[in-house]
């Protein structure tokens, strides 16, 4: 959708965060907290009026990408294609960009999410595998990867499939000595597919594709694959067997698992001495997932007759390569992927989930960070406020030095338990709880392992409420344990800080501080007082306010009974000054009072 001044959001916010930055700002309304819009204030006096364009994000295109991608881009952002960068290069063009698109040619190394000073907030995969990319450096740096993992599942299953035939026909090598003016039939018999036993190693997208066009060629398939389902394989008549039993039987070996620390080298010399001797090996998952040196001793040794590969350990593999100039290897440069149709595809895809993730909707291809679909984000807006708000209240209520460790977030809800997704209240506290006093700028993707890294423990529960469940949140508590407080009223009976809110007409509101029951916006600032109940408490802490200009939104009283002990929530538009908030100190009725930032 094309960015324009009539794509407005509304949401309620107060003056004093009307000069941060965009960026700052929609982390309270974005999940991800990096949309690339600028803010107005409206005609409203409560209200800020979101317009994109003000401050077009930056994509930079490090590799070749479809047209149509592009156009999508270009629509939403600046794009830049520079391709071919070196590793320096592109660290410092890094730091301009708000959004990386790649392909498997570029590693995207923790020196790149260093180099981008936090401004980096998503990486786009235009393909499937994302080991070029260093996901917990990514994480780490609230760094969003999104990939595109479905465009080009039936080009890669082609090219396997394409790999297989040519590599049992020795089309590739019958090619090159028919152009080198020979005629070598007795040289090139090959051997056929059908009644032959093809193991699919990684029963994913493209090994199942594999899968159905292999039997479609005759071929008994077989596949191993621990984490996928055995129905969904016996559907398309293939049955799912142990590694070992793969391998034992096989006169085909297809690979298509992802390259991970477990499939590093997964094929290597013990492996390949369980095979059936004469096997062959097609491989266009990764280069990684093979150990080259133990398969040029096995093509040497007979072992594996021959091999068909896409994919390299190192890209491009050094011209000398024993293994490229193997007689009995086929290779092509990564082509997999490389179909017009399945280029134009991954360019839509991943040119979709980048916007996407600029705009601040959670994506469908999130590689770091949870997949929160788009109806349940609408729906959790306020509460996503609500939840952010409450921890930074509660945060800013602990007394200096107690440092923060346990954190009990209860949820009241007449949901069912499954369906309620606390995965982004709970990153929005945590964001809450945090930013104030860290330099650290927390979304989605980094809340938890900021937390962790933190020593922060954040336990959740869930408190099933009567009623009908049209809302999915009733209320949210926020308690810190084993701290002290700097207004000694919002301790607990129990003995932990308490805030406690709920979400009216659309607009987070705070209704309990300690054990007292209050309701006031959670908007601007508040201060809290506890005093005990008496006339005239609101009209003195007003009026020394109100000499000062500085506008109160909401108050309210909550109180243990009349006349005895009370806290006062005051929400004020502006910030009062020190001498204000020592005038208010100065009250006699006034116990303990606190200015909090929300
Ligand atoms: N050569 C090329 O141009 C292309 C290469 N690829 C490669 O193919 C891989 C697979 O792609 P998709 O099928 O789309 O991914 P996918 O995620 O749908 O399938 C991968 C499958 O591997 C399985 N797996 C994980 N660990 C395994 C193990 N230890 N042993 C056996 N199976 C294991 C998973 O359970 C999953 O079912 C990608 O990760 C990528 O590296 C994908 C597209 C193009
Ligand atoms: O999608 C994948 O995993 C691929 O390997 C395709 O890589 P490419 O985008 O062609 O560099």
């Not at 994506?363 to 788009?374: D, E, H, I, L, Y």
């Not at 306020?382 to 346990?406: D, H, I, M, N, T």
């Not at 084993?482 to 207004?487: H, I, P, R």
């Not at 108050?555 to 929530?569: C, D, F, T």
Request: aromatic share 4%; glycine share 8%.
């Amino acid at each position: 959708m094309a960015a324009s001044a009539s794509s407005t959001i509304l949401f309620s916010s107060k003056s004093s965060r009307a000069s941060l930055s965009w960026k700052n700002q929609l982390a309270s309304t974005s999940a991800l907290g990096i949309s690339g819009v600028s803010l107005r204030r409206s005609s409203s006096h409560r209200q800020f009026v979101v317009f994109s364009m003000d401050a077009k994000p930056t994509v930079l295109v490090a590799e070749k990408l479809g047209e149509a991608g592009l156009n999508l881009l270009k629509e939403f952002a600046n794009v830049d294609c520079s391709y071919n960068l070196s590793p320096e290069e592109l660290c410092t063009k890094i730091s301009l960009c708000d959004a990386l698109i790649v392909r498997s040619g570029t590693k995207v190394s923790r020196e790149i999410f260093e180099s981008s000073g936090g401004r980096l907030k998503v990486v786009g995969r235009a393909g499937v595998g994302i080991d070029n990319v260093d996901l917990a450096a990514a994480t780490e740096h609230g760094c969003l990867v999104v990939n595109a993992p479905t465009a080009n599942t039936v080009a890669a299953a082609e090219h396997g499939i394409a790999l297989l035939t040519a590599m049992a026909r020795n089309i590739a090598q019958a090619d090159a000595s028919v152009k080198a003016g020979k005629w070598l039939r007795n040289k090139y018999v090959g051997v056929s597919l059908v009644g032959k036993t093809l193991a699919v190693m990684g029963f994913g997208k493209v090994g199942s594709e594999v899968a159905r066009r292999a039997k479609g060629l005759g071929m008994h398939v077989i596949a191993h694959d621990p984490y996928a389902p055995a129905d969904r394989a016996r559907a398309i008549g293939v049955e799912l067997v142990s590694f070992d039993e793969a391998l034992a039987s096989a006169d085909f070996i297809s690979l298509h698992m992802p390259l991970t620390p477990a499939t590093k080298k997964i094929l290597n010399d013990e492996t390949f001495a369980k095979m059936k001797k004469g096997v062959r090996i097609v491989n266009v998952a990764r280069g990684g997932v093979i150990d080259e040196e133990a398969l040029v001793r096995a093509l040497d040794a007979g072992i594996v007759a021959q091999a068909a590969l896409d994919v390299f350990t190192v890209e491009p593999p050094p011209k000398d390569s024993k293994l490229i100039q193997h007689d009995n290897v086929t290779a092509t440069p990564h082509l997999g992927a490389s179909t017009m149709e399945a280029q134009e595809g991954v360019a839509i895809e991943v040119a979709e989930a980048v916007v996407g993730a600029l705009k601040g909707e959670l994506s469908a291809t999130a590689v770091n960070a949870p997949m929160v679909p788009a109806e349940v984000l609408s729906e959790l807006k306020p509460y996503v406020v609500l939840a952010e708000k409450l921890g930074r209240l509660a945060v800013q209520l602990v007394a200096g030095g107690s440092g923060v460790k346990s954190v009990k977030v209860t949820y009241g809800s007449a949901r069912a338990p499954d369906d309620l997704d606390t995965r982004l209240l709970r990153a929005m506290i945590t964001k809450g709880l945090i930013e104030p006093i860290s330099s650290v700028f927390i979304n989605l993707v980094n809340a938890d392992f900021t937390a962790k890294q933190r020593g922060l423990r954040i336990a959740e529960e869930r408190i099933l409420l009567d009623g009908s469940p049209e809302s999915p949140v009733e209320f949210i508590q926020v308690q810190i344990a084993n701290v002290e407080s700097k207004f000694a009223s919002a301790i607990s009976d129990s003995g932990e800080i308490r805030v406690e809110g709920r979400v009216k007409d659309g607009v987070p509101h705070l209704t309990k501080v300690g054990s007292f029951e209050v309701d006031v916006s959670l908007e601007g600032s508040i201060i809290l007082c506890s005093q005990v109940d008496q006339p005239g408490m609101i009209g003195k802490v007003g009026s020394v306010l109100g000499e000062e200009n500085v506008n109160v939104s909401f108050m309210s009283v909550g109180r243990i009974a009349p006349r005895k002990q009370a806290v006062m929530a005051i929400g004020v538009d502006e910030q009062p000054s020190k001498e204000s908030l020592k005038r208010i100190g100065e009250i006699p009725a006034i116990q303990e009072f606190v200015y909090l930032k929300l």
